[in-house]
């Protein structure tokens, strides 16, 4: 059981990415942001590569100051306002990155992490079909990013919808470029959306390991408590937090 009291969202790109000239993300569940030529060292993008580098040390305080001080020089920057308002979902900072998120999809609406991340913050205060339309529109955008898929199913498991949450977790299981990392956590919530629906063998040869019973008989409170929904993350993993589509640092769940 211990072993299940994690968090099983990916924040897109932890759910958090940082947007840069490529939106693939790194292993770390940010998108890798290269410097342009000539750059300047102290410019937004150099800034957000630094921020990525901390995050993918660990160091998401020290990531979460450098996008404060980079946002409050550059405050209409949309990447900027994106990477730190994931970054802050992932850290449990729900208002502060409430009013970054719609700033980043105010400027950029294409911004699918910012919008995954969205759809994570809203999943996680109760507003389950608010939260689904933003995943929605990102899994839109995105073409159906796994770590979206990922999100969404979790939202429909909150719902008690194994069923649904089955559909698109094998959907992002067949996703061709599916990382290791996030291919393990999609797994898991496989393996728990047929727990719910009482498939327990099936469920357990997937996680490798024994499930609790009570998620057949409905026990959303023992659910909500897997999947971490009310939980934040200081350590910065991703889930019903933050890899918010990115998704983070895969998987302990994840707001890219």
């Known amino acids: 059981m211990q072993g299940w009291t994690k968090r099983w969202i990916i924040l897109g790109g932890a759910a958090l990415v940082l947007a ?42 020290a990531a979460l100051s450098l996008l404060a001080e980079t946002h409050r020089r550059f405050p209409k920057d949309a990447a900027v306002a994106s990477a730190y308002g994931r970054l802050a979902l992932q850290l449990g900072h729900d208002e502060m990155a409430a009013a970054l998120l719609e700033q980043a999809i105010a400027a950029d609406p294409r911004d699918w992490r910012a919008l995954s991340a969205k759809g994570v913050l809203e999943s996680r205060r109760g507003r389950l079909p608010a939260g689904r339309r933003a995943l929605m529109l990102a899994s839109r955008v995105s073409a159906s990013e796994a770590v979206i898929l990922n999100n969404l199913a979790v939202s429909h498991l909150l719902d008690g919808k194994p069923g649904a949450a089955v559909s698109l977790l094998r959907q992002g299981l067949a ?4 990382r290791p990392h996030h291919e393990r956590r999609l797994k898991r919530n496989l393996a728990l959306a047929m727990a719910m629906d009482g498939r327990f063998e099936e469920a357990e040869k997937l996680a490798g ?33 933050a890899q918010i589509a990115d998704a983070s640092r895969p998987l302990r769940p994840a707001v890219q």
């Open 20 to 61: 840069g000239c490529s939106h693939e993300p790194t292993a770390s569940g940010l998108a890798e942001t290269h410097q342009p030529p000539g750059a300047a060292a102290d410019s937004p993008p150099v800034m957000l590569r630094r921020a990525d580098e901390m995050r993918g040390k660990g160091e998401f305080i």
């Open 175 to 178: 996703a061709p470029e599916l």
């Open 209 to 241: 390991e024994t499930l609790p019973r009570e998620l057949a008989s409905g026990d959303m409170a023992a659910l909500r408590r897997l999947v971490g929904v009310s939980e934040a993350d200081p350590a910065g993993a991703s889930g019903w937090q």
